[in-house]
Structures are given as C-alpha cells and as structure tokens.
C-alpha cells in the first residue's frame, strides 16, 4: 500500500474529521499541562484527561535499573524538583545514575516553575514510571481516558551516551511496556534521535513514529526518510502552510511544538497541521470549541 493511502487511513482513524464534516486538529497536552500542573506528572496528566485531551505527551528517561520514566530532562532538575528530605539541589543529578527507589526519594511537584505563573505546585509529587502513567490512564474515570493516545518521546544525544541505553535497548524497554499495556495502536514514539525511531519499528510495528526537527527549515520528504518516520513534529516557528501542505501531500503528518497562544493557535489551524502540542491544552480545546473546531 502506497504511503499517502496508509496517511489517508492514519488521518481517519485519529479522527480529524466529525461527524458533521468539520476538519478536527487534535489537541496534545505537553508533558501534560505543564503550563497549570507540575509536568510530567500524574497531576499534569490528570488535568490533561479532565480538559479531554486527544494525546498525551510527555518525555522519557531509563533508570540505573533499567525502568522507563516520565521526564524531559536526563537529570533531576532543581529548578522543577528537591532533593531527599526535601532539601534543594546544588546541581542536576542524571536519572541514569540512580535507581528507581532512589529517584522517588526526589519531590518534582513543590517548586513552581518560574516560567509558568499559572502553574499550582503538588507537594510530594514524584517522578512517574511509564508503567505507572499507562496504569493511571486506564483506571481513570475521565471520559477523554478510553481513547487518549500518546506521544511519548526518547529523550537520548548521541553525544552523551552515558545517560540513556543503547538506541536498541531503549526502543526495547519502551516497547515492553506498551505491549504489557496493550497500547501499542493508540502510541507514537517520537525522538530527536532517528535511531529509536527505527529500531521502534522494528521490534513493534503497530507503533507509529515521529521525527522531531528544532530550528531549521526542512524538506519533509528528506526529514522522514531516514528513520521512515510516520509524522513530523517541527518547531513552530520554522513551518509555514506550503511546507504543511507539502509534507501533507506526501502522507506525512504535520504537528508542531509548542504553541500557548490563541494568535500561534490561530496561525497553526491556518496551515491546515493535523495537530498542535501545548502547555495548556484546556484553554486550547476551549478556544477551538469557540471556532467551532472542535
């Protein structure tokens, strides 16, 4: 089967259309609700799931233990997190060189981000594992929880290889995680680094890809083809609606980070992307709701 007929089917199963017709942008919460809840957190998740988000993103680590966890960064911040005790930390701590009983010794939900005013803190909020996350989802109450989706992110640099596994092996831990929670279908792996992308491909099909660009201007063909990935997920800034369209043609889906604002909304619908990733996706879901997006 040709790409652009697998994109063709891709788009309606993700439901960019209702059922009256009108084109449906899918809403990603970034790591959560960062811009309102500690992010990457059950509490940034939950409120994610209360706003009735369609994906769920958030950014993983791997422990001294080999457990897959919920974080942007490969260390333990300070500036978002305290240390045992509740005491501040002088200086980052990598997530790699800790197990994971000692990484839930760490507080990430005190501190408010000075980045996000809007943010509440939650004391005592720990570090989620993956497992933990999948687990919460399916428990929850929330009507958006039956059918979220995930974009989950491997978060390794080639240039500092002390701090994740092997691409092989990372690909490996996540993908038994989402095979024990059977969510492989309802999950895109995304990743700065092509070669997760690819050896995710390898190991569980069912999973769809994404290729994450920063400060350039691409090709979308040429972006995705050396890791066969099934999205783009550029920086905003750096797309217009010829190179949506662009991409689009070709049966590659377009969903840019991070917008947070109704004129960045407002241009992104504009460029006809499949979907948008934001700190505040219930402001977002009610501003499409206004526009009659949704």
Same mark, same amino acid.
């Given at each position: 089967?040709?790409?652009?007929?697998? !994109?063709?089917?891709?788009?309606?199963?993700?439901?960019?259309?209702?059922?009256?017709?009108?084109?449906?942008?899918?809403?990603?919460?970034?790591?959560?609700?960062?811009?309102?809840?500690?992010?990457?957190?059950?509490?940034?998740?939950?409120?994610?799931?209360?706003?009735?988000?369609?994906?769920?993103?958030?950014?993983?680590?791997?422990?001294?233990?080999?457990?897959?966890?919920?974080?942007?960064?490969?260390?333990?911040?300070?500036?978002?997190?305290?240390?045992?005790?509740?005491?501040?930390?002088?200086?980052?701590?990598?997530?790699?060189?800790?197990?994971?009983?000692?990484?839930?010794?760490?507080?990430?939900?005190?501190?408010?981000?000075?980045?996000?005013?809007?943010?509440?803190?939650?004391?005592?909020?720990?570090?989620?594992?993956?497992?933990?996350?999948?687990?919460?989802?399916?428990?929850?109450?929330?009507?958006?929880?039956?059918?979220?989706?995930?974009?989950?992110?491997?978060?390794?640099?080639?240039?500092?290889?002390?701090?994740?596994? !092997?691409?092989?092996?990372?690909?490996?831990?996540?993908?038994?995680?989402?095979?024990?929670?059977?969510?492989?279908?309802?999950?895109?792996?995304?990743?700065?680094?092509?070669?997760?992308?690819?050896?995710?491909?390898?190991?569980?099909?069912?999973?769809?890809?994404?290729?994450?660009?920063?400060?350039?201007?691409?090709?979308?063909?040429?972006?995705?083809?050396?890791?066969?990935?099934?999205?783009?997920?550029?920086?905003?800034?750096?797309?217009?609606?010829?190179?949506?369209?662009?991409?689009?043609?070709?049966?590659?889906?377009?969903?840019?980070?991070?917008?947070?604002?109704?004129?960045?909304?407002?241009?992104?619908?504009?460029?006809?992307?499949?979907?948008?990733?934001?700190?505040?996706?219930?402001?977002?879901?009610?501003?499409?709701?206004?526009?009659?997006?949704?």
């Amino acid at each position: 089967m040709k790409r652009t007929a697998l !994109a063709l089917i891709a788009l309606m199963m993700a439901g960019n259309a209702s059922a009256e017709g009108v084109r449906r942008v899918w809403v990603e919460g970034h790591r959560g609700s960062r811009g309102t809840h500690p992010e990457n957190t059950i509490p940034a998740f939950e409120e994610a799931l209360r706003a009735g988000v369609d994906v769920l993103e958030f950014d993983l680590g791997v422990t001294k233990d080999n457990i897959v966890v919920v974080s942007h960064d490969p260390y333990v911040s300070p500036v978002i997190c305290l240390g045992p005790g509740g005491k501040k930390l002088a200086s980052p701590v990598a997530i790699r060189s800790l197990t994971l009983k000692e990484l839930k010794e760490y507080d990430c939900g005190s501190l408010k981000n000075p980045r996000f005013p809007e943010q509440t803190p939650v004391p005592g909020t720990r570090v989620p594992t993956l497992d933990e996350v999948l687990s919460y989802v399916k428990a929850s109450n929330h009507p958006a929880a039956a059918r979220v989706r995930f974009n989950i992110e491997t978060k390794l640099s080639p240039g500092e290889p002390e701090l994740a596994p !092997a691409p092989a092996e990372f690909a490996r831990l996540v993908s038994s995680v989402l095979k024990k929670h059977g969510v492989e279908r309802r999950t895109v792996v995304q990743s700065f680094d092509y070669r997760t992308l690819l050896e995710m491909k390898k190991i569980a099909p069912a999973v769809k890809t994404a290729q994450l660009t920063a400060d350039n201007l691409l090709d979308p063909d040429s972006v995705v083809r050396g890791s066969r990935a099934d999205i783009w997920s550029p920086y905003f800034k750096w797309i217009n609606g010829d190179i949506v369209k662009k991409a689009q043609k070709s049966g590659i889906q377009v969903v840019p980070w991070t917008l947070n604002s109704e004129e960045e909304w407002d241009r992104a619908v504009s460029y006809g992307v499949d979907g948008i990733i934001t700190d505040y996706p219930a402001k977002l879901i009610d501003h499409l709701k206004k526009k009659k997006l949704r």
